[in-house]
Structures are given as C-alpha cells and as structure tokens.
C-alpha cells in the first residue's frame, strides 16, 4: 500500500514537473516548422532544406530557426512587406549600391542632354521582329525582292523595329524603377536603318514638370536615333509619368 502511494506520488511530481519543463529550442522549432508547413509558406526541398515561399529562399539549419523566430540576419522581421525607409533593392543596409536605377523627374531639367550606348541590330533581331509581330512582307523577308524591286536593293529594318530597340537603349538606362506609363508621342522617320547598322539614340529633355497628383512628374523628351554613319534615321517625342523623389 505504501509502495503504491508512492510510485502514485513520484507519477504525479513527474507528469508535473513535465508540464513545467520547457520544451527544448529544437523542439518548439519543429513543431512550428510543421504548422508552417501545413500553411503552406513553407515546402521541403532537396538535402532537407526549406523553401520559403514568401521570398523563394532556400534555408537550411540555423537559417531555419532564423525563419521560426521571425528574424533575419539582421535583425529584422521576414515575411512582412516594409513599410518605412527606402524599399527593399531600391538600397542595402550592407553598404551596396543599386545599379541601373533610374532618373526622378526632377533629375531631368529642360536642356539635360544624355546619350545611350549603341547596339548592333542583327539579322536575328529582324526575323524575331517580323516573326512576333506577323509584319512578313517582301521588302524585309524576300532577298530576290530586296535586291531587284525594292526601292534601296538593301535590307531595310521596320520603323517599329528601329523604335523599339531606341527604346531599349533609353528604358535600361533612365527609367528602371521610376518609370509609370509612356503616354503619346510623335514620331518621324527619316532615312532607312539597315540590317547589321548600329545605332545609339541622343536624348534631350524639353519638358519637365510636375504632375497633378503624388509624387510624380511629366517630362517629354526629344530622342534621336543616330546611327554608326552619324546620320539620323529615326526622331521621336515621347511624354512619360515618372517617379519622384520622395520629400
């Protein structure tokens, strides 16, 4: 009887002093990465690591509790957008730079002159064009027709091709996060461009100022295709709603 009352009593102390313990560190972090899991935000990859559905990281050990407790390396929350300071990739709290943002509108006064740098338009470039945009006529895809009809005998390049690839050449460079919408344009050809012509565009703002509402502004550009020959073969008069500086 006294042997029983007492295997009762330590039973009782031990499921206690259970309840109490805390769980290990290890522990509460599986447990929490199973009900993540379940949620969805998480899915297990190769070499038993985790994949963080909210940003497409791949963590692995110490990472992972790193991701439970909600803090990254830095100390800061995951998995929640920010919302004071500068964007996340707009800068970096490592000292790092971004490369290739572009122009606010206040950075474009009226005379600000700026030059891209040249591409090459290739025969690939031609036969991707004409082939996405269904613009199969003669006097671009028909060498016998090229040589003996056309009014040049040489492998002109699309208008629209050419602007295109004008915009290519300024977007990359000025308007990578800050540029909102290309509202109108006018636009003047003015020689051919032909296959194999390298062309760069020489750009000078000739509007600038700020729009009705947000911090936002309108500028209008002249762009002049300019080829290797020096000669200009394409101008255009775009007006963009771009970004502005935040004050």
């Not at 006097?139 to 004008?166: D, M, Q």
Request: glycine share 12%; proline share 3%.
């Amino acid at each position: 009887m006294i042997a029983s009352r007492s295997a009762s009593v330590m039973r009782s102390q031990f499921e206690i002093s259970a309840i109490e313990r805390p769980q290990p560190s290890h522990m509460r972090v599986a447990g929490s990465i199973r009900q993540i899991l379940r949620q969805g935000l998480l899915m297990r990859g190769r070499g038993g690591g985790l994949i963080d559905m909210r940003s497409g990281g791949l963590r692995f050990g110490a990472e992972i509790y790193a991701l439970e407790s909600g803090q990254t390396r830095s100390g800061r929350r995951i998995g929640r957008r920010q919302t004071t300071g500068k964007r996340a990739g707009m800068s970096a709290d490592d000292g790092y730079e971004l490369l290739g943002q572009g122009f606010y509108w206040q950075d474009l006064p009226v005379g600000r002159k700026l030059r891209t740098i040249g591409r090459t338009i290739f025969e690939s470039d031609l036969m991707t064009f004409i082939g996405a945009t269904g613009m199969a006529e003669v006097l671009f895809n028909n060498l016998e027709y090229i040589e003996h009809e056309s009014p040049t005998g040489k492998r002109i390049l699309p208008g629209a091709l050419v602007l295109s690839v004008a915009e290519g050449l300024v977007m990359q460079a000025t308007l990578q996060r800050t540029g909102f919408a290309f509202l109108g344009m006018t636009m003047d050809i003015k020689g051919p461009t032909l296959v194999g012509d390298t062309i760069h565009v020489d750009v000078v703002v000739t509007e600038s100022r700020a729009a009705s509402k947000g911090a936002r502004g309108l500028v209008r550009t002249t762009n002049r295709v300019i080829t290797q020959r020096g000669d200009c073969v394409l101008e255009y008069t775009p007006l963009r709603l771009m970004k502005g500086r935040e004050s």
